[in-house]
């Protein structure tokens, strides 16, 4: 099993970018999947397989990688944005392993 | 349209074994290619997958917890059936079940659509 790593908290200002990364060993060789999680509300996937977006997630959401890396970036932050994103991937096992997760704050 | 609802006690006390039941519509475990997943989030806290059933029976169980664990599926009723054995105060948490995505790759899945979730405590 591997882990993944995610910056604890991001904060920005309404309009402004907004970049969440998502860091593992095993990243280049597997999907990426994130998920927004409001307060007292179950997960959302907002991105599938690293860089494609479910119907019905705004344009402004979008995924890249780079290496050991993946990155969800939130261009022109709304207010509704704020939340708890989480990376999810899993290993050639079959073994999902979620990030810790970071709260989002719109300042 | 897919959904997925949660069930079981919310209370249990320390030692004891949980059921939780994930009922489901809108797919069927008779297809290949689908499976449902458990995931439990304690409060506060991140997500942490738990066990995955796929159409064929194929199992995978998180091995930090796969002693405790065991996930079955009951086709003819539309559900998923996980039990967690010895429970204890930090079993405590919302426990979920969701649709598994893949394009084909099977061991490279994300979750689409999950249930409301259920909130287990443990506690004497």
């Known amino acids: 099993s591997y882990g993944l790593t995610q910056p604890p908290s991001v904060s920005v200002s309404p309009g402004q970018t907004a970049r969440i990364t998502c860091s593992g060993d095993?990243?280049?060789?597997?999907?990426t999947y994130w998920y927004q999680q409001k307060p007292g509300q179950a997960p959302v996937v907002v991105m599938y397989?690293?860089?494609e977006r479910p119907s019905g997630i705004p344009e402004r959401f979008s995924g890249s990688s780079s290496g050991t890396t993946v990155t969800l970036t939130i261009s022109g932050v709304q207010a509704e944005d704020e939340a708890d994103y989480y990376c999810?991937?899993?290993?050639?096992?079959?073994?999902?392993?979620f990030g810790g997760g970071t709260k989002l704050t719109v300042l | 349209q897919i959904s997925l609802k949660e069930s079981g006690p919310t209370l249990v006390k320390p030692t004891q074994t949980l059921t939780l039941t994930c009922t489901f519509s809108?797919?069927?475990?008779?297809?290949?290619?689908?499976?449902v997943g458990w995931i439990r989030q304690p409060p506060g806290e991140a997500l942490e997958w738990l066990a995955l059933?796929?159409?064929?029976?194929?199992?995978r169980y998180s091995p930090s917890l796969k002693s405790r664990l065991t996930i079955t599926k009951d086709t003819s009723k539309n559900q998923v059936v996980l039990t967690v054995t010895n429970m204890d105060p930090v079993d405590t948490a919302t426990y979920y079940c969701?649709?598994?995505?893949?394009?084909?790759?099977?061991?490279?899945?994300?979750?689409?659509?999950w249930g409301q979730g259920t909130m287990v405590t443990v506690s004497s």
């Open positions: 969701a649709h598994i995505f893949h394009d084909g790759h099977y061991l490279k899945y994300g979750f689409d659509i």
């Open positions: 095993a990243l280049p060789n597997q999907y």
């Open positions: 809108g797919f069927s475990l008779r297809t290949s290619g689908v499976g």
């Open positions: 397989k690293g860089s």
């Open positions: 999810q991937s899993a290993d050639r096992s079959g073994t999902a392993v």
């Open positions: 059933v796929y159409w064929d029976d194929d199992k």
